[in-house]
């Protein structure tokens, strides 16, 4: 039985939980009232010990803008300091010099990830992870660890107008900057004629660079066309990507890469460019930002608007402003894809298109898939042309 001068008094603090302690009004002593009013569960506490700062972007909030360059500022980690001390033991008067070194900084490494698809998740800088110090008894400090940036598959790395590396294949690495060398500790100053030395030098800074990473999409195949071609809708008709499709010019604002799969189990990346215009090689419409994407694909697919008059002026157009972007570029193998043949008065074009550039254009609608499977057949073409050319020359060809 509790006294009633215990009810009496005033409020009281009373330890309810782990790490927390609760206001008790009088009358509400701790063992009156539930345990769950007085207990503060882990969760809790961790919920009131979350550091302040904004929350991490989702990958599909990250991905919703693309972005192909990046300025990057990149320090690596700096190295421990050495320690002077020396070696005390009970009945050892001259133990002489134990101070260790410092660790060794860590570097900052660019890695090529097949997962990420553009450089929006690079930040603007970087700072490697900094070596500890030396202890006594001869301990090293421990090394930074290395830092790794993971960038997209296709990534061109530049200091200044120079490229220093490029990134084309999955897994590469490029060590973009270095971390500083640890210091030393006075047990490193151990001589015959310095016996009880007491220097000890400082790390090394870090490595600081700024660089420029540029992104140009990796493909097999790139699909070049003017805005509205239908380069979308063909991409969703012979693979599993889905970009926006809509009536109006422009829709494709980035890149878009679908995988062709062959019944031999070989696959086959094409890549939708954004639409090119007249005038796109002096900055003109989207401009030269999309134009270096079409520079790594093997073979090119040129997609015509069937439903325009003198449709096979285009193709003279896109090879102009290829080849005024980069010599040679047109000149790739290529296959002319003329669609919308399921308009009447773009069917009643081929039989002049062909008279034009011959009868390897390949006629198809990807709206309602008419004649996809002929194209399909042309791409495994070029595709075994470019594997045995590149085995030729004795480099590996392009995987999926």
Not at 37 to 60: I, N, R, V, W
Not at 184 to 194: I, P, Q, T
Not at 265 to 279: F, S, Y
Not at 326 to 348: F, I, M, Q, T, Y
Request: one cysteine or more; glycine letters at 12%.
């Amino acid at each position: 039985m509790v006294p009633s001068r215990l009810l009496s008094v005033g409020p009281r603090t009373v330890f309810g939980g782990v790490g927390r302690w609760t206001r008790v009004a009088p009358g509400q002593l701790p063992w009156h009232a539930p345990p769950r009013l007085l207990s503060a569960s882990c969760a809790d506490l961790s919920k009131h010990q979350e550091p302040p700062g904004k929350k991490p972007l989702s990958e599909k909030k990250l991905k919703r803008h693309f972005v192909d360059h990046r300025r990057v500022l990149i320090r690596g980690g700096c190295g421990g300091d050495g320690v002077s001390c020396f070696h005390s033991e009970p009945r050892k008067e001259f133990g002489g010099p134990d101070g260790g070194d410092g660790g060794d900084g860590g570097h900052v490494i660019l890695k090529a990830d097949q997962q990420v698809k553009s450089l929006s998740s690079v930040l603007s800088r970087y700072q490697g992870f900094h070596g500890q110090a030396g202890g006594r008894k001869n301990c090293s400090g421990r090394g930074g660890a290395v830092l790794y940036i993971r960038v997209p598959v296709g990534t061109l790395v530049k200091e200044g107008s120079e490229v220093v590396a490029d990134l084309s294949c999955p897994g590469a690495e490029y060590v973009a900057a270095r971390g500083g060398a640890g210091g030393k500790g006075n047990r490193f100053f151990l001589a015959n004629d310095s016996r009880a030395p007491v220097t000890c030098t400082p790390g090394q800074p870090g490595q600081e660079r700024v660089l420029f990473l540029e992104l140009k999409t990796v493909a097999h195949a790139g699909m070049v066309g003017f805005p509205n071609a239908g380069k979308s809708s063909l991409l969703r008709a012979i693979s599993n990507a889905r970009p926006a499709v809509a009536s109006y010019p422009f829709t494709t604002l980035k890149p878009h890469v679908g995988i062709v799969r062959c019944d031999d189990h070989q696959q086959i990346a094409v890549a939708d460019i954004p639409g090119i215009i007249r005038g796109a090689h002096r900055n003109r419409g989207l401009g030269s930002a999309f134009l270096r994407h079409i520079e790594r694909c093997r073979f090119l697919l040129f997609v015509v608007d069937l439903s325009e008059p003198e449709p096979w002026t285009q193709l003279e157009d896109l090879k102009w402003e290829l080849e005024q972007h980069e010599a040679g570029l047109s000149r790739r193998p290529h296959v002319v894809v003329a669609n919308k043949v399921d308009l009447p008065e773009a069917r009643a074009a081929v039989p002049r298109l062909r008279a034009r550039l011959g009868p390897s254009a390949v006629a198809l609608s990807a709206a309602t898939g008419e004649n996809v499977e002929a194209l399909l057949l042309r791409l495994q073409e070029l595709y075994r042309q470019h594997v045995a050319t590149e085995l030729q020359r004795g480099r590996q060809p392009l995987r999926w």
